[in-house]
């Protein structure tokens, strides 16, 4: 079994109806399904990031400015990931992919699944460091490098979406 | 023809828009763009919600209304309220008064959008029976002003002065917690300025010259703090004075720099923070720093009045809290 067929097979897995963009009439669609995926585990680290905020205000931790940075960068990767569609243009409309085009584009989707997971974990582990000073800075250092993994995994995958 | 349900052309600031027909037929077409929702109502009762997208309207799409009509497929009654799912701006500004009853204006924006469309309605619009986005926009700025005088006013003025983005971080994060409740998100919060009158503004220089609030807070006017401080060398104001008599003993020399506030929550109140930093004058009226030898300040446009050897007095000061000079 190849590469790609286990990247198929992990995303299938993940996000219901995904057709791996096989079928032409389906392409925009499988996009759609794959951002709407990353969209939602994001939205979820996010109220995860706003409960975390709330906690650090009750006890006036001393990285409160910090971590409503995260949470607006974190919102902003959000809503880009949810309306990207908007002037696509390439790829997207082409007929077919290549395969060598197909198996890019897959990694890329496996990638921003994987990085929104992570964020989702970091910001988990955030949250469980707000009494503790000294974790919660290097916990706020984590996500912020997560998220900036993230906004070089996604302008990739866009550029390459558009055909550029 | 068939009816047509449809907000066309929403405005950039508009939440909501009531659909003016009341009558709805089976197979009427409602179409729904993109950030959009439809919110099929009766009797101040939420039914069914539909999403983006362009829908005939059937008994297997609107289930609950269907039931509640009794099952007949004659046409039925019942408000569409389309909600706008983008994000909004808004600006406030108004007036509380700190922990110490000092009087504060501020003002500022805010962004904010609606999360949670069912609720949002239940909570705003057939809560408050406001049908119209004009209404519904001043409702909702009027609840974050009642939120915002109520959070700021559990701070000191130094808090507010020293320490605006701690302060304004915190209140945020309060504010949100109050929109939820609404079935909004308050995206973020800009506190773009804010001002007290001249006598706690000169009050606040006086904390932040001798780092002790409680002291200063303890005379009745910033006239009798000016004329206190200034009357001899270390007389003034009682054993919490620290700082001033050793700054009296160093003529001409700037303020000692001092180390900022380290902590990183807002300090509590009365806590001693003598604010200057090294080379760094503070604006006696909005308490912003400014650029050393200033004659007039960048922030509040106030000219700033000096002692016969350069330091920064405050109105009505009779001394030089620095270097105890006499002021003509
Ligand atoms: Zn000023
Ligand atoms: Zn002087």
Same mark, same amino acid.
């Given at each position: 079994?190849?590469?790609?067929?286990?990247?198929?097979?992990? !995303?299938?897995?993940?996000?219901?109806?995904?057709?791996?963009?096989?079928?032409?009439?389906?392409?925009?669609?499988?996009?759609?399904?794959?951002?709407?995926?990353?969209?939602?585990?994001?939205?979820?680290?996010?109220?995860?990031?706003?409960?975390?905020?709330?906690?650090?205000?009750?006890?006036?931790?001393?990285? !409160?400015?910090?971590?409503?940075?995260?949470?607006?960068?974190?919102?902003?990767?959000?809503?880009?990931?949810?309306?990207?569609?908007?002037?696509?243009?390439?790829?997207?409309?082409?007929?077919?992919?290549?395969?060598?085009?197909?198996?890019?584009?897959?990694?890329?989707?496996?990638?921003?699944?994987?990085?929104?997971?992570?964020?989702?974990?970091?910001?988990?582990?955030?949250?469980?460091?707000?009494?503790?000073?000294?974790?919660?800075?290097?916990?706020?250092?984590?996500?912020?490098?997560?998220?900036?993994?993230?906004?070089?995994?996604?302008?990739?995958?866009?550029?390459?979406?558009?055909?550029? | 023809?068939?009816?047509? $349900?449809?907000?066309?052309?929403?405005?950039?600031?508009?939440? $909501?828009?009531?659909?003016?027909?009341?009558?709805?037929?089976?197979?009427?077409?409602? %179409?729904?763009?993109?950030?959009?929702?439809?919110?099929?109502?009766?009797?101040?009762?939420?039914?069914?919600?539909?999403?983006?997208?362009?829908?005939?309207?059937?008994?297997?799409?609107?289930?609950?209304?269907?039931?509640?009509?009794?099952?007949?497929?004659?046409?039925? =009654?019942?408000?569409?309220?389309?909600?706008?799912?983008?994000?909004?701006?808004?600006?406030?500004?108004?007036?509380?008064?700190?922990?110490?009853?000092?009087?504060?204006?501020?003002?500022?924006?805010?962004?904010? =959008?609606?999360?949670?469309?069912?609720? /949002?309605?239940? @909570?705003?619009?057939?809560?408050?029976?406001?049908?119209?986005?004009?209404?519904?926009?001043?409702? %909702?700025?009027?609840?974050?002003? @009642?939120?915002?005088?109520?959070?700021?006013?559990?701070?000191? %003025?130094?808090?507010? /002065?020293?320490?605006?983005?701690?302060?304004?971080?915190?209140?945020?994060? =309060?504010?949100?917690?109050?929109?939820?409740?609404?079935?909004?998100?308050?995206?973020?919060?800009?506190?773009?300025?804010?001002?007290?009158?001249?006598?706690?503004?000169?009050?606040?220089?006086?904390?932040?010259?001798?780092?002790?609030?409680?002291?200063?807070?303890?005379?009745?006017?910033?006239?009798?703090?000016?004329?206190?401080?200034?009357?001899?060398?270390?007389?003034?104001?009682?054993?919490?004075?620290?700082?001033?008599?050793?700054?009296?003993?160093?003529?001409?020399?700037?303020?000692?720099?001092?180390?900022?506030?380290?902590?990183?929550?807002?300090?509590?109140?009365?806590?001693?923070?003598?604010?200057?930093?090294?080379?760094?004058?503070?604006?006696?009226?909005?308490?912003?720093?400014?650029?050393?030898?200033?004659?007039?300040?960048?922030?509040?446009?106030?000219?700033? =009045?000096?002692?016969?050897?350069?330091?920064?007095?405050?109105?009505?000061?009779? /001394?030089?809290?620095?270097?105890?000079?006499?002021?003509?």
């Amino acid at each position: 079994m190849g590469k790609e067929t286990s990247i198929v097979e992990k !995303l299938e897995l993940v996000i219901p109806g995904f057709h791996g963009y096989k079928k032409k009439e389906l392409i925009r669609e499988d996009d759609r399904l794959v951002r709407g995926k990353v969209a939602d585990t994001l939205a979820l680290a996010r109220r995860e990031m706003e409960r975390a905020l709330q906690r650090c205000a009750m006890v006036s931790c001393a990285q !409160l400015v910090a971590i409503d940075n995260l949470r607006k960068k974190l919102m902003a990767l959000e809503s880009r990931v949810r309306h990207a569609e908007a002037g696509y243009r390439g790829y997207f409309d082409r007929v077919k992919f290549k395969e060598e085009e197909l198996n890019r584009l897959l990694e890329y989707d496996a990638k921003m699944i994987e990085l929104a997971e992570e964020i989702l974990n970091e910001v988990k582990a955030l949250n469980g460091q707000i009494a503790n000073p000294q974790a919660l800075g290097m916990a706020v250092l984590n996500l912020d490098d997560k998220l900036v993994n993230f906004e070089e995994v996604l302008g990739k995958r866009m550029s390459f979406a558009a055909g550029e | 023809m068939a009816q047509v $349900i449809e907000w066309v052309n929403p405005g950039e600031d508009e939440i $909501i828009w009531r659909y003016p027909n009341e009558v709805i037929k089976w197979g009427a077409q409602l %179409i729904v763009h993109e950030y959009e929702v439809a919110v099929f109502m009766r009797d101040g009762k939420i039914y069914d919600v539909l999403g983006p997208g362009r829908h005939t309207l059937t008994t297997q799409n609107l289930p609950l209304l269907y039931r509640l009509v009794g099952g007949s497929n004659s046409p039925f =009654k019942a408000t569409v309220i389309f909600v706008s799912m983008k994000q909004f701006q808004g600006r406030y500004g108004g007036e509380t008064q700190t922990r110490e009853l000092a009087p504060v204006k501020y003002y500022g924006v805010y962004w904010f =959008k609606v999360a949670d469309p069912v609720l /949002f309605i239940t @909570e705003v619009v057939g809560g408050q029976s406001l049908y119209d986005t004009a209404d519904v926009t001043k409702f %909702i700025r009027a609840y974050f002003n @009642e939120g915002m005088m109520k959070h700021l006013s559990a701070y000191s %003025i130094v808090d507010l /002065f020293q320490n605006l983005d701690m302060v304004s971080t915190q209140v945020k994060v =309060k504010l949100m917690e109050d929109f939820r409740r609404l079935g909004l998100e308050l995206v973020d919060v800009k506190i773009e300025g804010v001002n007290t009158t001249d006598e706690w503004r000169q009050r606040l220089f006086w904390i932040m010259q001798t780092g002790n609030a409680q002291a200063v807070m303890q005379m009745d006017t910033a006239k009798q703090v000016a004329a206190e401080l200034g009357k001899s060398e270390g007389a003034a104001i009682g054993t919490g004075m620290v700082v001033m008599p050793q700054l009296l003993q160093q003529p001409a020399q700037p303020a000692q720099p001092a180390q900022p506030y380290a902590g990183g929550g807002v300090p509590p109140a009365g806590y001693q923070q003598p604010a200057q930093q090294a080379g760094q004058e503070i604006c006696p009226y909005c308490g912003k720093p400014i650029p050393a030898g200033a004659r007039f300040c960048p922030y509040c446009g106030h000219e700033i =009045k000096r002692c016969p050897n350069g330091h920064v007095v405050p109105e009505g000061a009779k /001394f030089c809290p620095v270097c105890g000079a006499k002021i003509e």
